[in-house]
């Protein structure tokens, strides 16, 4: 029978998809198939500085060739600025929002500690000379997900993160906004994605509950990492994948996420991979390590 289930993949035109990349469709797209559910594609275009011509469109072109096709038009965050500066000014007017002129090196002398120190709340910028970002003030709550992987995950966000920026200095909306932004409009209901972001979750939750949004389901995979223990990713130059081995990425990736395909669909062509895939999904198989090494040669 149908459900309300509603996942998306959400990735950054920074570069084309990799090995990493694969693996959080992958697993996204199958949990929502599991539940006879939708699945969108999201583009997070927030940060032009550091935008690939030609990625969004490459993006999309990559995972029709590995059969992971959407079930509604992509949504580009670039499209949605009216939304979040709404949103922005909503929180401004309950008193949540302030303006911080802190530089990073000043972030540095002034604090052993990640938790931001609160001193543009405290100490109000005096001019409007310099850019400035926008923080949101946090509560000293505990806020915490029950992960549907990686279990109980929480965290105090005055004592462990601290106000933490929602508009940035470039005028650019931050990725915490955003998402949960995205998130509410599009109705999404569970959320798989890797475990680099189950940190940042509180936040999330937090300001799920300031626009009175429900709070989805969470599942945090396992990162891949390279050689040297780093994230694979763009920035530490992880191959782009190779259209023509679709079936044999498949086939390791579903073999990374603990569902492996019998020998015989292994070279198979892809959408027979994924209907099996997704028949015989099971998300307390997904393995609860935080990372893992890429196999040789993705």
Known sequence: MPTSYRGRFAPSPTGPLHFGSLLAALASYLDAKAHQGHWLVRIEDLDPPREIAGASDAILRTLEAFGLHWDERPLYQSQRLARYQQV??????????YPCQCSRSQLQ??????????FCRRHPPSTTSQPWAYRLWVSDAYYSIEDRIQGHYGQSLRQEVGDFVIKRKEG????QLAVVVDDFDQGISHIVRGSD??????????LQQLLMAPQPSYAHIPVITNAQGQKLSKQTFAPALNPQQVSTLTAQALAMLSHPLPPALESAPVAEQLAYAQTHWRTERLPARLSFATPYGV
């Open 88 to 97: 922005l000014e909503q929180l401004q007017q309950q008193g949540l929002v």
């Open 109 to 118: 002398h002034r604090q052993a500690h990640p938790c931001y120190d609160g």
């Open 197 to 206: 972001l189950l940190d940042s979750t509180p936040r999330q939750c937090y």
């Open 172 to 175: 650019f909306f931050a990725y």
